[in-house]
């Protein structure tokens, strides 16, 4: 779990710096797996990522661990 919430952390911070649109793509579904992996909500996981919402991305990981 330590090391999922590590990984999230990682790729919240690089989400933030990207300026990439492909990597931007690649973060948002390694959050996506992370996330389902960890079973969050999978309807809440698809509107954050299909949003691009980095804020709600923020939210629900705090609210996960």
């Known amino acids: 779990e330590d090391i ?3 990984k999230l952390g990682e790729i919240i911070s ?3 710096i990207e300026t ?3 990597k931007k ?3 948002w579904e390694s959050a ?3 996330l389902l992996a960890l079973g969050a909500n999978k309807a809440r996981v698809e ?3 299909a949003e691009k919402n ?5 939210k629900l990981v705090e609210e996960l661990f």
């Open 4 to 6: 999922s919430s590590q």
């Open 14 to 16: 690089d989400l933030y």
């Open 20 to 22: 990439n649109e492909g």
């Open 25 to 27: 793509k690649r973060l």
């Open 32 to 34: 996506n797996t992370a």
């Open 47 to 49: 509107k954050i990522v």
């Open 54 to 58: 980095l804020q709600a991305l923020a």
